[in-house]
């Protein structure tokens, strides 16, 4: 427990929109503290007239009803004048802005699909066999595009790092470009209710030069390799007989489900169910033991397996890289 409350607090310092990785999150916040600039000027404005008025107009002892202005036409041109003109100007600004990062997708082909499950993501690259879940890799100072679409219910994509949200809806296909500044790891989440497990739908995207993201690309477009240790191909035996590959794909095998999460290169992944642990043996075996006291409401349904099977199955699954 202690392990995974770690984890929370980790990924909630590291979400912030005021920290912009992409040229299309640079856009946003900058319209974003134009607006925190503006209402801070509004507020001290009303905040100083209030006190004015307060202190000016104060009543004192015999003094008679002050003097009523019915008309003031300099001050009601600057009432009316002032906000029209920061509304219109924020209104053309955002439009800009929008364009800037909306642009339409026209016919191409997007660099990755991105796909959301009741509660995984599923990520594959178009043109290469390599298919992930929940760590999405992407490259640097490229623009990309992204396809999103849902399984099930809608989801909403959400890196608040690298820009805006996206909407997933099933039958339906979404796009959002993205071109990331520097390197490194952007932690994001599903911002929709959409289930029981909405909370530990995780994002994590990992941005890479294009020289480590195209080896990345190569490496996971590979058929998993086959087990060598004894105990891993009793787990690969298992794996197949408890059908196992009725949900799950492992390239090269005869595992071909598509309703769970590709599990060809299972074990390079740092972190496992969406986000919600680091990859490790232990967490694995406690994942396989019993799926609904580790995550409540998840569509993995528990096997009764003897203890022996499951370090079977661990040692095959770790094997996955």
């Known amino acids: ?15 912030s929109i005021f920290q912009p990785a992409s040229s299309q999150a640079d856009h946003i916040a900058t319209l974003t503290n134009y607006f925190i600039v503006a209402a801070a000027f509004i ?43 920061m509304v219109a100007g924020f209104f053309i600004y955002t439009i800009n802005v929008m364009q800037e990062v909306h642009p339409p997708a026209g016919n191409q ?26 760590e999405i890799h ?27 949200k996206m ?3 099933p039958g339906r296909k979404t796009h959002l470009w993205l071109t990331i500044n520097e390197p490194g790891v952007y932690e994001g989440a599903c911002s929709e209710f959409c289930g029981e497990q909405h909370a530990w739908m995780r994002i994590r995207v990992v941005a890479q030069r294009q020289d480590e993201y195209e080896r990345w690309l ?34 090269g095998t005869a595992a071909q489900g598509q309703s769970g999460p590709d599990l060809t290169h299972f074990a390079s992944r740092t972190e496992m169910l969406a986000g919600m642990m680091p990859t490790t043996e232990d967490n694995l075996r406690d994942w396989l033991t019993d799926p609904q006291q580790v995550k409540p409401g998840a569509h993995m349904p528990r096997f009764i397996f003897e203890q022996d099977s499951i370090n079977a199955l661990v040692a095959y699954i770790s094997g996955l890289k």
């Open 109 to 134: 082909v997007p660099d990755v699909i991105v796909t959301g499950h009741q509660w995984w993501w599923e990520a594959s690259y178009p043109g290469t066999g390599a298919v992930t879940a929940n």
């Open 1 to 15: 427990m202690i392990l995974v409350l770690t984890h929370i607090n980790t990924i909630f310092l590291s979400l």
């Open 218 to 251: 190569q490496q996971k477009s590979q058929p998993a390799q086959e087990p060598q240790h004894p105990l891993a191909l009793k787990g690969e035996a298992i794996f197949n007989l408890a059908t196992c590959g009725n949900c799950h794909t492992i390239r």
């Open 43 to 85: 507020l001290l404005v009303v905040t100083g007239l209030l006190i004015y008025v307060i202190l000016r107009f104060k009543a004192k002892p015999g003094d008679a009803e002050p003097r009523q202005v019915r008309r003031n036409k300099k001050v009601e041109a600057v009432m009316i004048g002032v906000p029209f003109l």
């Open 138 to 164: 992407l490259p640097v100072h490229k623009k990309v595009l992204l396809q999103f679409s849902s399984s099930d219910v809608i989801h909403d994509w959400w890196v608040p790092e690298l820009g805006p």
């Open 167 to 169: 909407d997933m809806m």
